[in-house]
């Protein structure tokens, strides 16, 4: 175990001296950001519309209003904010998609390319432990992304003052799982083709774009129930039951994808 740990630490040191990777990440916050800003902005111009002093809200208008009319108001402010969450939330998973695409498609193929890794397995080092080892590196830069992200989520909730919806705060947690699912059958792949390739078709590998009739929707992995998008927008709600049962999912594929990687790795000739 404690090599395992040893290959994880120096593969988390090597990727913190990625610059591209480091950029990929600060790129991908800042986006967040900014589009969320513009979000923000939209909604702030939108309300200050019924508060603009040439349109007083004791005005005739405002007043013939039913209550009805205040009730769709009120929904329709409610909308732009359950929107804005939902862009950040998006924003924010598509970038760490990129990041761990990046991370697990390189993390072995990497290696063997420069050739270092013919000194890692000199040692007595096992081809289980060398690709459990980088695996766990990138777990750990996967989780500090997902606390990086929470934390922008909170401090631009607080200074937009936009309250969070309550299936916000399952979002880093599942926006983790699905970028973990997404590494262990990129990494897999990247052991068959060339890392770009098995990005995209990692990417791309989900079955959300066949229906229940078709035998690939039961064959690829399911990523849908990890975007929770729709969930924000809608206002709709989702139970700790639920996020157990996706955890439960996105645990059982990762480890099947790390076995079945670890099989490839074993006939792969790397010297």
Known sequence: MKIIFLIARDSIRALLHQRLL???????LAATIFFSIIMSETRKNITSQFE????????PAFQNMSEKDHKRMKEAMEQGASAIEGFFYAAASFGGSLVSLLIFSTAVTAEIRKGTIRL????PVSRFQYLLGKYLGGVVVMAGYAIIASLAMLLFSASSHVELSPVMKYA???????QLMLGSLAMLLSLLMHPAIACALAFFAG???YSSGNPLYYLLPSYRPFNIFEQIINGEMIGGKDVCFLSLYALDFVVLMLLLSWW????????
Do not use: H, Y
């Open 22 to 28: 480091l950029a990929l990440m600060l790129v991908s």
């Open 52 to 59: 603009d002093s040439d349109v007083p809200t004791n005005s």
């Open 120 to 123: 890692t397995l000199s040692k």
């Open 172 to 178: 880093p947690w599942l926006m983790f799982c699905r």
């Open 207 to 209: 079955n959300g774009l």
């Open 264 to 271: 490839r790795f074993q006939r792969k000739e790397v010297c």
